[in-house]
């Protein structure tokens, strides 16, 4: 699949979602691709905007504003997410530019993010992201933690959709998507962004309802 276009990458990673949700007892409209174009050009990108992706993730709020203000004039629909970590002060500038954040991991970032959505009077649809294999080098809160950052973000009046999580490396994912699910689904929230480029399939079996895929769609990068 790396040596084919992205339109033939993008339909061949539909047709996979749509089979497993299927198999799952659900409609393909159910998961959101979010094809992740951090570290790739506007000319990497256009051809799957083309093809008609119009959900992308991107890590870091200063390469966004520096290449998406152009591509979302041509394609005014596209959703924009940030996937990767966000420092409280780049709140302001995420709300101002993302549709959706999917890494709320602690208090002092509900914070900012409530004043900047009161600032702004844009509502980005927010995950909170939780460290699900307990792994220091990541971002994400602690599972015990979990439930007084809901608190902090429904007082702060975030719009928070669900949880979002990055299974350790080079393991079963599963037993880490099927916790994360049950983690939601024990704290009334719906939505769970989940799964990568090598993993999105089960996580979409055990409830994913946003993946994040760069490799898969854009190829290794040369």
Not at 42 to 69: C, S, Y
Not at 179 to 206: H, I, Q
Not at 207 to 222: D, M
Request: proline share 5%; net charge negative.
């Amino acid at each position: 699949m790396s040596t084919a276009h992205p339109a033939a990458r993008l339909a061949a990673i539909t047709a996979s979602i749509a089979h497993v949700t299927d198999l799952a007892g659900r409609k393909p409209e159910s998961v959101t691709l979010i094809a992740v174009s951090k570290t790739r050009s506007a000319e990497e990108i256009t051809p799957l905007l083309d093809a008609g992706q119009r959900a992308f993730g991107e890590n870091r709020v200063q390469e966004a504003q520096g290449k998406w203000p152009a591509l979302r004039e041509a394609y005014p629909d596209v959703e924009l997410h940030l996937v990767g970590q966000l420092q409280s002060n780049k709140a302001e500038d995420a709300v101002a530019l993302f549709d959706a954040i999917h890494s709320v991991d602690r208090v002092s970032l509900v914070t900012a993010l409530g004043k900047a959505i009161d600032k702004l009077g844009r509502r980005p649809t927010c995950f909170l992201q939780v460290n699900i294999g307990d792994e220091d080098q990541k971002g994400g809160c602690a599972i015990a933690a979990l439930p007084d950052l809901i608190t902090a973000a429904r007082a702060a009046d975030l719009p928070v959709a669900g949880l979002m999580a990055v299974p350790p490396a080079n393991t079963e994912a599963a037993p880490y998507f099927a916790l994360l699910a049950k983690l939601a689904r024990d704290n009334g929230l719906d939505a769970l962004s989940m799964g990568m480029s090598g993993d999105y399939e089960t996580a979409v079996m055990l409830g994913a309802t946003h993946v994040r895929v760069g490799t898969a769609l854009f190829g290794e990068r040369t």
